[in-house]
């Protein structure tokens, strides 16, 4: 089961298992583009086997309460893996405490390099696992009979592994833990909390996506100015966003919208930036409005 | 490159009032068009008397650029041959994305002169589609995929 927040990458490798007879239940969203918990309920069943979430949502910002979802699914005997993108690099993430059965992000969201991430699961889990892949590395011994595997997680890591990029996230994480994480958090939302404020101050501006539990990021649209044109024009302002459908059709089509803006903030972030933004939005809405 | 170089009064103008904005009653070809990485759909409606393209319309919007570009085509394609609208369709996606500009048949100056605008999306790749088909003059149906790369705002 996932949810209709979900990013592309936790949709399109679940379909993929359709043709081996699994079905795949999409747990509603509210009108507002919320993720509806009660909703959630009602598509649990003792057939759930898994259900894979995005722990905050990419395109509203939401953070998902998945300590209610992780108990709910396991109550009906289903495990739960997070998507974890957005949640690493803002929230302060302890795995065990919220009881997740997996939980992967990307590297590159951390301030760290693309094309490589990470992905936890409970030690019982992968020990009970087969390995996905076949290579070097990943064994005990080997014959021509019989092949032994090594415990997880090198199990799971056939060939010789991207050292070199594995360094890189390695660095970025340190560095980010350096930082005081729920400092990292606080900054996050109180950025985001500005951001909407200011956002919704604005004529024609409309803000998409609850804004209870948001942190990180913000999506919005401007009437008369298609985020694409708005991109450019920030672009211009020294100000770089996201303009599109953000990997989440899913959603956009329950919005009935092609595409949004979306800041995201980092750490470097401030108010600042923020004012910047509202004052290009402004300049966008003065040349498209009239 | 200055703003008002790539958002030209003309493309300001059809973004805002797209000409030719609606369906055909009775399109004799049609295409769909639906760009996967913005998010864009757009259908285009022709009616062709013999080879003359008698009609031509779009339904649907993206960005103010992808708006102005279709609305500009209809206009222009209305009333020429097939093979005189193809040719200016060849010279377009050369004037907008090739660095040599290409070489215009005298009849077709005036019309490449009213596209020009449009070629400010050479500075941004970001704003071109690929291999986008301006308007398929075939038996349309499934239009064929479009691609555009990507559209991030560039660092600081
Ligand atoms: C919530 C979420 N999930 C998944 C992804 C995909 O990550 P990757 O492209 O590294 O697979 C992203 C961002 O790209 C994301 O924001």
Redesign the pocket.
């Known amino acids: 089961m996932i949810s209709a927040l979900e ?1 592309h ?2 949709i399109v490798p679940w379909q993929m298992l359709r043709e081996r007879g699994v079905r795949l239940v999409v747990a509603p969203v509210d009108t507002a583009g919320g993720f509806d918990l009660p909703g959630l309920e009602r598509c649990l069943g003792p057939r759930t086997r898994l259900v894979a979430l ?1 722990h905050v949502a ?1 395109v509203t910002g939401e953070m998902l309460p998945v300590e209610a979802i992780v108990r709910l699914a396991h109550a009906c005997g289903a495990k739960v893996l997070l ?1 974890g ?2 949640a690493a690099p803002r929230l302060p993430v302890d795995v065990a405490a919220l009881d997740c059965d997996f939980y992967a992000f ?1 590297g ?2 951390c301030y760290g390099p693309t094309g490589i ?1 990470a992905l936890y699961g409970k030690r019982a889990l992968l020990e009970a696992m087969p390995p996905w892949q076949g290579g070097g590395d990943m064994i005990i011994t080997v014959t021509f009979d019989e092949t032994l595997y090594q415990a997880p997680p090198h199990r799971f890591e056939a060939g010789t592994p991207d050292i070199s990029g594995a360094v890189g996230p390695a660095a970025a994480l340190d560095f980010m833990t350096q930082l005081d994480r729920d400092a990292i958090a606080a900054h996050e939302r109180s950025l985001t909390g500005y951001a909407r404020a200011r956002l919704a101050g604005v004529a024609g501006v409309r803000l998409v996506g609850p804004e209870a539990t948001a942190i990180g990021v913000v999506s919005f649209t401007v009437e008369s100015v298609h985020p694409h044109d708005l991109a450019t024009v920030l672009d211009q302002h020294a100000l770089a966003i996201r303009a599109g459908h953000h ?1 989440a059709q899913l959603l956009m089509d329950r919005l009935g919208l092609a595409a949004t803006a979306r800041v995201s903030f980092g750490v470097y972030n401030d108010e600042a930036d923020v004012d910047a933004l509202i004052a290009a939005v402004e300049a966008a809405q003065r040349i498209f409005g009239g | 490159m200055d703003l008002r170089e790539l958002y030209q009064d003309v493309i300001l103008d059809h973004g805002r009032h797209p000409r030719n904005h609606h369906a055909l009653a009775a399109p004799s070809h049609m295409a769909r068009g639906h760009n996967p990485l913005c998010g864009d759909r757009v259908t285009i409606f022709l009616r062709l008397d013999g080879a003359r393209i008698a009609e031509a319309s779009f339904e649907g919007r993206g960005c103010a650029i992808s708006t102005a570009s279709a609305s500009l085509m209809t206009e222009l394609v209305i009333g020429k041959m097939v093979a005189e609208a193809n040719a200016l369709f060849r010279i377009f996606r050369a004037q907008a994305t090739e660095v040599d500009a290409p070489s215009v048949p005298v009849h077709l100056i005036e019309d490449a002169e009213r596209l020009a605008p449009l070629t400010g999306v050479k500075a941004y790749p970001a704003r071109q589609m690929r291999d986008a088909r301006l308007a398929r003059l075939g038996n349309g149906g499934e239009g064929r995929r479009r691609r555009c790369r990507r559209q991030d705002g560039v660092r600081r």
């Open positions: 990013h990458s936790n995005t990419n998507d993108c957005q990307s590159h969201k991430g990997c």
